[in-house]
């Protein structure tokens, strides 16, 4: 990443925090603290996000910008930023003015299975940070995913259980695991794994579901 770029992403960050203090967006409140567990933590997924097939790019359930502002910026990919809290997604529209990014990224308020009805089969890459399970994660991002299209799933700690039941649903989900990356963080202790599921088939079951559905009656 250039110098141009660096400051954009350092930027946001005193954004977020700034605005913390009026909208809960993220339990970090330090600058510090921010370059580790939110930029540096972001961009650890750039590799996969690069590797992706080209096209839109969408951040799931993405709070406070993180990951999608880091990687729209250092990718220059269209990009949407999605949550389904509207508070979050007024700030990022004032976040992106300021950082100048509005000719290619932009928020979308509502669920994800509203996201899938409004852009489906739209998106060459997602992502997801900490988010739900994810074989949810899988279902959710089926519809919302083009053919070949890829979900890169930020986690801390993942069980062999939720592993294997991610597994279980491939077939089922259209959705197969193709990359599994475990590593720490720059401060030696915070550990990390991103998984990236791709889309191989159609989905064996009419998708999106009823909103809610994936959480409250899992596969």
């Known amino acids: ?33 921010g370059m580790l567990l939110h930029v540096e933590d972001s961009l650890s997924g750039l590799q996969e996000i690069q590797a992706a097939p080209e096209g839109l ?27 389904s809290v509207g508070k979050k997604t007024k700030v990022l529209d004032g976040v992106i003015e300021d950082l100048g990014l509005s000719d290619h990224v932009s928020t979308y308020h509502g669920r994800i299975e509203d996201l899938a009805v409004d852009h489906r089969f739209a998106f060459s890459v997602l992502t997801a940070r900490a988010l739900s399970q994810l074989s949810i994660l899988m279902e959710l991002a089926s519809p919302c995913l083009k053919m070949g299209g890829q979900l890169i799933c930020y986690k801390a700690n993942v069980s062999e259980e939720e592993l294997e039941h991610a597994r279980e649903l491939e077939k089922k989900l259209g959705m197969k695991i193709v990359s599994d990356r475990s590593f720490t963080l720059s401060d030696g202790q915070t550990n990390r794994r991103i998984i990236v599921f791709e889309k191989f088939a159609k989905p064996k079951l009419s998708l999106p579901r009823k909103v809610g559905f994936a959480q409250k009656k899992p596969l």
């Not at 909208?23 to 970090?28: A, G, Q």
């Not at 790019?57 to 949550?83: H, V």
């Open 1 to 33: 990443m250039n110098e141009t770029q660096q400051r954009l992403i350092e930027r946001h960050l005193d954004l977020i925090i700034e605005a913390n203090k009026i909208t809960n967006l993220t339990r970090i409140d330090s600058v510090e603290d």
């Open 57 to 83: 790019y969408g951040d799931l359930g993405t709070g406070g910008g993180f990951p999608g502002i880091p990687l729209a910026i250092a990718t220059g990919r269209q990009t949407i930023l999605a949550d």
